[in-house]
């Protein structure tokens, strides 16, 4: 069934006919209110579809938001945003189970990039407005909106081939500084680069990359914590200073989904040539060629990873970097031989999940799957290149703000053995059913009753959710402790670096931290102080930031990631502040930049295709960006030890383009 557009309100939104509609820069959309119980006016079920057909107009990719609003809420409490490649016709479309909150990421199809579902849980039963807009740009934007509809399943995804990508990854119709104009330029500067293989350290390192100015303490021959009096530190394997700086994803760049989009891209290899591969993601079967690694192939033969590997560790020398941070290439670090951090791959499951990906974590199988995932580390746990271990990144179930998992338990319709834990410990709280329902203002028949789903939120008392956190609070603790202590049986020697979590979206993060050495998160901010500052004082702990970046839109890339700068001077300067920043708290033992290269311009497995690496498609520096980086990274020690100030000079941020 059709809905028209017409049935919808424009705020700010500028109709310009022909379906088309100018959002300018900032906040705008198109929005239709609605009676509840209907969706657009329509009744709808979970199992159907959502779809629009959507147009960027204009040479640049956007971020296309669905917004779902519930009756007596002040705005949106659920938004799926979804980012869209310029000049094709391209099919959005979400089942209606999406509202559900179960997943944080959706399917890529054709022609889409990236879909995040952001907020909280919504019922369909309650829904009284839908609305259409864009994320913030930094310009006006016109949309070609057409053929809104509710379907009862799964649509095509039709769209036109249209070359937007060159035989190098690189995108096609746009000019900019130092894009390299071919495969010979690129061999050109590639092998002259390889061929100078002087290594230049920045002064006063160890060989670990920690200060020789400032010894700690003995060397124990493993990275360790020390706290001087005044501030936390690193202390490298010799006992010298350590404030942790590098990159993460250092490899050869990212796979590029081409499911159903080969068509386009320029002149791509034969499928038997080095850089295809399949692959799988949410269950779908993809297409992947890697332009990263064919380039470096096409530069150096047969040989190109290790003459790559050697360039890049040069590279890293000499912008001060000092640690290969996340989800790098194992063959790179072992060949290499700098300090390194990894992270555990597949956090302990269980077959029922409480909500999202929290698991049952009062079950056995809870506890022997901790211990199988801990042998992750039966390979390094003697290396003493090794700074340490994270246990997991951004858990999808801390994406709710100030959510309550031992009331999203009790919602849900599996019988759990969190939920024995919680009906027990309310039992042995009030005793008697009646007590509880006195304090609650409930009517439940006897305490079983709790094992029927319920929304405890729709009890709308206070005393009930307290109690409720305080069991989300031990559930929190147990997901925290039972990893960790596997972990230590495995590896005693390393630091438990703990959860990167995404960003401080409930105090009740901070439960179970007594069980890592440091408290881990990222931090997309232009000023990480604040973040370092709320979660050390939660938590007590030193602490690290996983992940953090800023995107220009000058050199031929359409998403500035979470962060945006006005160019690439601009993300050199936007780097020295947030690193002298991070340095100058006396908690913070070192950050990490999200990532060593671009996206892949047509998406990475998930279509993200940000501007954010310090290397772009061709293995090429921004030459600007990196000046900042070395720069940074050369002054840090002296900033975290209180000699130098933190510099003042702010980059000129940009509204954010990300999907």
Same mark, same amino acid.
């Given at each position: 069934m059709k809905i028209s557009l017409q049935n919808f309100t424009p705020w700010l939104v500028q109709p310009q006919g022909d379906d088309r509609y100018l959002f300018p820069r900032g906040m705008s959309a198109l929005h239709f209110d609605f009676p509840r119980g209907t969706f657009c006016g329509e009744i709808v079920t979970p199992s159907? @579809?959502?779809?629009? =057909?959507? $147009?960027?107009? %204009?040479?640049?990719a956007a971020g296309i938001c669905f917004e779902f609003t519930e009756e007596d809420a002040p705005g949106p409490g659920m938004t799926v945003k979804m980012g869209v490649l310029p000049g094709l016709k391209t099919r959005l479309a979400i089942p209606f189970s999406a509202l559900s909150g179960g997943d944080v990421f959706l399917p890529r199809t054709p022609g889409k990039l990236k879909t995040v579902v952001g907020g909280h849980p919504m019922h369909l039963d309650r829904l009284v407005r839908f609305g259409i807009c864009v994320d913030k740009t930094p310009h006006d934007l016109t949309l070609k909106l057409e053929n809104l509809c509710i379907l009862d399943e799964e649509p095509d995804y039709p769209l036109e081939h249209r070359?937007?990508? =060159?035989?190098?990854?690189?995108?096609?119709v746009s000019d900019w500084k130092n894009k390299t104009h071919g495969k010979e330029a690129l061999i050109a500067a590639l092998r002259a680069e390889a061929a100078d293989t002087t290594e230049t350290p920045l002064p006063d390192r160890s060989v670990w990359g920690g200060w020789t100015k400032k010894k700690l303490k003995a060397g124990t021959g493993y990275f360790s914590l020390h706290h001087d009096g005044r501030r936390w530190w690193l202390c490298d394997p010799d006992g010298y200073a350590f404030f942790s700086t590098g990159f993460d994803c250092v490899g050869l760049g990212d796979q590029c989904n081409l499911t159903g989009i080969t068509g386009l891209c320029e002149n791509l290899p034969p499928k038997t040539e080095i850089g295809w591969s399949k692959g799988k993601w949410m269950g779908k079967e993809t297409e992947n060629f890697n332009y990263f690694v064919h380039n470096a192939y096409l530069a150096f033969g047969e040989d190109y990873y290790g003459i790559w590997a050697d360039m890049?560790?040069?590279?890293?020398?000499?912008?001060?970097?000092? $640690?290969?941070?996340?989800? #790098?290439?194992?063959?790179?670090?072992?060949?290499?031989?700098?300090? &390194?951090?990894?992270? %555990?791959?597949? @956090?302990?499951? $269980?077959? $029922?999940?409480?909500?999202?990906? +929290?698991? *049952?974590? +009062? #079950?056995?199988?809870?506890?022997?799957?901790?211990?199988?995932w801990a042998h992750f580390l039966d390979e390094t746990k003697g290396d003493a290149y090794l700074l340490g271990y994270f246990l997991s990144n951004e858990p999808a179930w801390a994406f709710v703000n100030n959510i309550n998992l031992a009331a999203a338990a009790l919602a849900g319709a599996e019988h759990t053995h969190c939920k *024995? &834990?919680?009906? %027990?410990?309310l039992k042995e709280q009030y005793g008697e059913i #009646?007590?509880?329902?006195?304090?609650?203002?409930? /009517?439940? =028949? #006897? +305490? =079983?009753a709790l094992y029927t789903p319920f929304e405890a939120e729709d009890l709308h008392n206070t005393r009930a959710m307290e109690d409720l956190r305080l069991c989300a609070l031990e559930m929190i603790r147990r997901y925290i402790r039972i990893p960790s202590e596997a972990a230590r049986r495995v590896d005693p020697n390393h630091l438990n670096l703990g959860i990167r979590y995404a960003w401080l979206s409930s105090p009740d993060l901070a439960a179970g931290c007594e069980y890592t050495d440091i408290f881990s998160f990222n931090c997309y901010s232009m000023d990480p102080t604040s973040m370092i500052e709320d979660f050390s004082r939660l938590t007590g702990k030193p602490v690290i930031i996983g992940e953090f970046h800023f995107g220009a839109l000058d050199r031929g890339m359409d998403a500035t990631g979470l962060r945006g700068v006005e160019s690439q001077t601009e993300r050199g300067i936007a780097y020295r502040y947030y690193m002298h920043h991070a340095a100058a708290h006396p908690a913070c033992l070192g950050a990490h930049y999200f990532i060593l290269y671009d996206q892949a311009y047509l998406g990475r497995f998930d279509g993200e295709n940000y501007q954010i690496g310090?290397?772009?498609?061709? /293995?090429?520096? &921004?030459?600007?960006?990196?000046? %900042?980086?070395?720069?940074?990274?050369?002054?840090? &020690?002296?900033v975290a030890d209180g000699t130098l100030a933190p510099t003042d000079e702010a980059a000129k941020e940009i509204p954010a383009i990300s999907y």
């Open positions: 159907q @579809y959502l779809s629009l =057909d959507v $147009t960027v107009l %204009g040479d640049r070359i937007m990508v =060159d035989e190098l990854g690189q995108k096609k890049i560790r040069r590279r890293l020398i000499s912008w001060g970097s000092n $640690t290969i941070a996340c989800w #790098s290439d194992m063959n790179f670090i072992r060949r290499e031989k700098m300090p &390194y951090v990894i992270i %555990g791959w597949g @956090y302990p499951q $269980t077959k $029922t999940a409480v909500f999202r990906d +929290f698991p *049952d974590v +009062f #079950s056995p199988e809870f506890e022997e799957n901790a211990e199988q *024995d &834990y919680i009906v %027990g410990r #009646s007590a509880l329902n006195a304090a609650w203002n409930a /009517s439940f =028949d #006897s +305490f =079983d310090a290397l772009d498609v061709c /293995s090429r520096p &921004y030459p600007e960006f990196i000046d %900042g980086v070395r720069r940074a990274n050369g002054e840090l &020690y002296a």
